[in-house]
């Protein structure tokens, strides 16, 4: 008997860089993702891709995920390094993810492994700790948990609140009449090759100061007399409150005060966290022109890679749409 998982990509409305620094976050999975299918059994994992080149063949005792070849099997020998897997697997890897585009691409293809091998689905959060820490050795991105607990976590029509201390989640109903709307920048980027490490470096500089972000006040956050690190200790602080506005916003259908929270957060990854980019804040001020469109932001990581809306069901774009809908629901797995 074989093996389907189906794991989703997942878009952020707002909360972005918050994540490793046990902040707030408010993303959501989409109806794109990764499947997996193939046969348990045997001593070796054999995967084919159909939108990736070469094989991802790894034995079960695989102890350096960052020297595998192809680089995608990475990630697949991370989740192979850190559960530890059983029992082999013989299968086919097929996405509708764009790479490198902000989505969580990576993480989808963790978790559709992880479960695949025997990843235990009732433990959601364990499962998404063991594909974090894998991600951290496949390829040295020092990645929050946001990507990984959302997908194995995500609701149907419901977006997550996501605490990063607690480690804890609480789905918030998306009101009615409204969608959201992933369109691609055209930059692809892939996180090791940018700077995100240098800001996660640089938060917890700020933390070092001024002690927990999640902890913090904005006005502590001035009190730091480096302009660098006062500005990325602003960001992760206001972002923070701007989360919970969000669920305020969306549990009073504000649709108005949800738009301008997502335009304010946009506002601060560009200009206190410096993530975004020239295309990024194109795009966006495109879209806040745009007839139905609440608000838009980039999303993810940044440098590149998509930019979210929050819109009326009806708002037309002449845009790239990598998506648009309502909230999908998380990681599956079924016998066939």
């Not at 930059?187 to 002690?211: D, F, I």
Request: with cysteine; aromatic share 4%; net charge negative.
């Amino acid at each position: 008997m074989g093996t389907r998982v189906w794991a989703p990509g997942r878009v952020n409305l707002i909360g972005d860089h918050t994540d490793y620094t046990g902040g707030l976050a408010l993303p959501m999975a989409i109806g794109r993702g990764v499947e997996l299918t193939g046969d348990p059994g045997g001593s070796w994992i054999m995967i084919g891709s159909e939108q990736m080149d070469g094989m991802c063949e790894l034995p079960l005792g695989i102890e350096d995920p960052s020297s595998v070849q192809p680089p995608w099997a990475r990630y697949v020998a991370g989740v192979v390094a850190e559960l530890p897997a059983r029992d082999g697997f013989l299968g086919t890897v097929s996405s509708t993810l764009p790479i490198g585009r902000g989505l969580a691409s990576s993480a989808a293809l963790e978790v559709a492994a992880a479960v695949a091998l025997g990843g235990d689905l009732a433990d959601p959060l364990a499962l998404a700790q063991a594909c974090q820490r894998a991600e951290h050795r496949a390829v040295g991105v020092p990645c929050g948990i946001m990507d990984q607990l959302t997908i194995v976590a995500a609701m149907d029509q419901a977006v997550l609140r996501l605490d990063c201390q607690e480690l804890s989640f609480e789905p918030i109903v998306l009101p009615e009449d409204v969608e959201v709307v992933v369109i691609d920048s055209g930059q692809q980027r892939h996180l090791a090759a940018t700077p995100y490490a240098a800001r996660r470096a640089e938060s917890a500089r700020a933390e070092a100061l001024v002690g927990p972000l999640r902890e913090a006040t904005p006005q502590e956050a001035e009190t730091i007399e480096d302009p660098v690190l006062r500005r990325r200790a602003r960001h992760v602080v206001t972002e923070n409150q701007r989360v919970d506005a969000l669920v305020t916003a969306f549990k009073d259908n504000d649709l108005r005060q949800a738009g301008e929270l997502m335009v304010a957060s946009h506002a601060s990854l560009r200009d206190d966290y410096d993530v975004s980019t020239p295309q990024l804040d194109d795009l966006v001020q495109n879209l806040r022109g745009t007839a139905g469109v609440y608000g838009a932001r980039l999303t993810g990581a940044g440098f590149g890679g998509c930019v979210v809306a929050l819109c009326h069901p009806y708002a037309v774009f002449d845009l790239p749409v990598v998506w648009r809908g309502r909230p999908a629901s998380g990681v599956t797995r079924e016998e066939i």
